[in-house]
Structures are given as structure tokens and as C-alpha cells.
């Protein structure tokens, strides 16, 4: 996996942008950005624009606790092989993101149970690891609370755009958020895989108090994960939002000619995912998985009415986009959808519409 992309108070940033303002198609001749005044760089790192190199160096404040973020809200281990950094990481994501804020020059150079170092261009920063809110598939999203050197506790949040931006403080700017859930729904129509990320700044007396509680939660015999998650949530809220990160997952070699060759033996495939609807259909377009010459289905799971219609106009908006950008010619060879109402739990139908068998997952 590959840092690709991402977004930053509402500023977009990995491709390239001619004198015109027209995108310039990236190959690998293309010119990439020079990491080479980093001592920690790796040299198989690649990022294009050159414009989020001059922001961080810049010291341009959003961009600077984006790579905070990256650098300390993770569970990698730093190790050393031959007498090089290098991460462990559980999830080739988080690696690839501790990866890119390295490259950077926000480096993650160690952790202890009590404290994490990173280097910031150069210079060493120590914060107290207060504690870490795990990733689950419920939660979609992992925090970590730190104080730094000067007292000042933070959270730093990252996880799905549709956990963090539910969380965010309402004094949040409209036009932010309008922004950043469009570079993110952008990165994943092209099959990138998708991270929002916010912070959050406490005050010791609240954090002293919330911690005893976390702690109390943490050793209860009996409902152990419904306390903690209660905790969790509660301090997981009124979130400053920062932006997102878009990771490339490329196929390997052979994976899409595999799976041709299994669908044209008639055997049931099924995906099960985490990412974005946008991505999911992306991804499995590439792979074959998906073809022009399929009925698409978009499953709409809301338990109000509300939830409903807001996932309806949700889909029109993609859908719109990907015809916008599409010529004329291009939408005249596109499918045409029909759109059906189909009432039912999602259990009962899941595997029967219209008597196929079709990819479907619940959450």
C-alpha cells in the first residue's frame, strides 16, 4: 500500500496541475518529489506534488498536525534493521501512513507504554501516551490521548469519514466539511482507500476525571466492552476536523485474469469490506469482479427515514459526479439504471433479488 493523496483544511493535494489548471497525467517518468534532505527518507517512497512538500516545510499549521497525527495515532513498532528504521505494523495501512508522515520529516522513532518520540524536521519530540482508544469494526476509527512537553492534552482521531464527521464540533465550517468529504468521495471513486482525520484539545480536570472512569471500565468483570465503548464515545466528540488520507492498494499481478476465470466457472464470489461504497465498486471493477454488462444494485440500510434519504441523495450526488465527468459519448455506452423499491430486514433478501446471486454485505 501507497500514500497517494490527500486533503488538508480543505486544500487537496498529490495531483498534478499544469500553467492551465489542467491535471497532468502522472507515468513513470514523471518527476517526483526530492526527499533527499531527509536523513530518514526512503528512497522506494514516491509523492508527486510538490506543493505539499513546500506547506509542510512552511510550517503551515493544518499541514503540520496532519503529520502529527500520522506520526503518533497508530500501534506501529520501530525496529532496526541493519542499523536502518524500519515499522511493524499490524495493518499495511497504518504502516503506510507512518511511512509517508516519515518521508515528510515526521518521524516516529520509538514508543514506550508511558510515552511516544517522533522527530519533527529534525528535532526530537517526547509526548506522555495517556492512553489508546482501539480500533474495532464497530468503532471504525482509533484514537490517542497525549500531553505534550508544555502540559497541552490532546486526542488525535482517525477512522472512517462517516464516524468522524458524526463527531465533529458544531462551530465546524460548513464549507470544510463540504470540501473534504468531496476530495474524499474523489480519492474513492478511483478505488484509493479512504481515512478523515480530527483532533481534539482537553482540559486536565475533565481528562483526570474521564481517565478514572476509563480506567474503572477497563477492569469491569462483567460488561467490560459496552463500558468502555460508553467511554470512548464520550470523549470522542466536538473533533476538529484536519482532513483525510487516500492509500493505494494495487492488485497484485494476475488477481483480475483469476477471478475472470472463476466467474466464468460459475463460482459464487463474494467481498466482504470495510472501505467506502465507492471504493468497494471501484476495486471491484479492476479485479473483473464487476462488469458493464451487470445490473447494479445499491442496497439503501437505514433505520429511519431520515438516514434513508440522506443515503438516497448521498448516492445521487456520486452518481451525478461520475456522470459529470463522463463525455458525451462515454454516458451514451454507459448502462441505464432503473431504480426499484424493495422492502425487507436485509437478512431475507440479501442473496435473492430477482433470483441471483448477487455481492452483498451487512453491517
Not at 518529489?33 to 493544518?62: C, I, M, Q, R
Not at 480500533?135 to 505534550?148: A, L
Request: glycine fraction near 6%; charged fraction near 25%.
Amino acid at each position: 500500500m501507497t500514500f497517494n493523496k490527500c486533503t488538508i483544511n480543505g486544500i487537496s493535494y498529490g495531483d498534478l496541475i499544469d500553467s492551465r489548471g489542467e491535471h497532468v497525467e502522472i507515468t513513470p517518468h514523471t518527476k517526483t518529489v526530492d526527499f533527499s534532505w531527509n536523513s530518514h527518507y526512503e528512497p522506494s517512497f514516491k509523492f508527486y506534488d510538490p506543493k505539499l512538500l513546500d506547506d509542510t516545510k512552511a510550517g503551515v499549521e493544518e499541514v503540520s498536525e496532519f503529520w502529527r497525527l500520522l506520526a503518533l495515532c497508530h500501534t506501529v513498532m520501530p525496529e532496526r534493521d541493519k542499523g536502518q528504521l524500519v515499522y511493524q505494523a499490524q495493518s499495511p495501512d497504518e504502516a503506510a501512513l507512518t511511512s509517508a508522515a516519515r518521508n515528510f520529516g515526521y518521524v516516529f522513532r520509538g514508543r514506550t507504554p508511558q510515552s511516544i518520540t517522533i522527530e519533527v524536521m529534525g528535532k526530537e519530540e517526547v509526548y506522555e501516551l495517556l492512553c489508546i482508544l482501539d480500533f474495532n469494526n464497530e468503532r471504525k476509527r482509533m484514537s490517542v490521548i497525549t500531553r505534550n512537553s508544555k502540559g497541552k492534552i490532546r486526542l488525535y482521531c482517525k477512522g472512517a469519514d462517516m464516524m468522524i464527521m458524526a463527531r465533529l464540533k458544531q462551530s465546524t465550517s460548513p464549507l470544510l466539511i463540504s470540501s473534504t468529504s468531496t476530495h474524499l468521495a474523489d480519492f474513492a471513486n478511483i478505488g484509493l482507500r479512504t481515512l478523515c482525520l480530527a483532533y481534539k484539545d482537553i482540559e486536565p480536570e475533565y481528562f483526570e476525571d474521564w481517565m478514572s472512569r476509563q480506567q474503572a471500565a477497563a477492569v469491569d468483570m462483567y460488561n467490560r466492552e459496552k463500558k468502555l465503548e460508553a467511554v470512548y464515545e464520550e470523549i470522542e466528540k466536538e473533533l476538529t476536523l484536519i482532513g483525510g488520507t487516500a492509500i493505494e492498494d494495487k492488485l497484485q499481478d494476475g488477481v483480475p485474469e483469476a477471478i475472470a476465470r472463476l466467474a466464468e466457472a460459475n463460482i459464487k464470489i463474494w467481498v466482504l469490506t470495510g472501505d467506502k461504497t465507492e471504493t468497494a465498486i471501484n476495486i471491484a471493477y479492476s479485479c473483473r469482479l464487476l462488469t458493464d454488462d451487470m445490473k447494479e444494485i445499491v442496497v439503501i440500510d437505514g433505520q429511519t427515514h431520515s438516514e434513508v434519504e440522506v443515503q438516497l441523495k448521498d448516492t445521487k450526488i456520486t452518481f451525478d459526479r461520475i456522470m459529470n465527468n463522463t463525455s458525451d459519448l462515454e454516458s451514451e455506452k454507459m448502462p441505464r439504471f432503473e431504480i426499484e423499491t424493495i422492502h425487507g430486514n436485509g437478512q431475507n433478501s440479501t442473496m435473492t433479488y430477482g433470483g441471483e446471486c448477487i455481492c452483498g454485505s451487512q453491517l
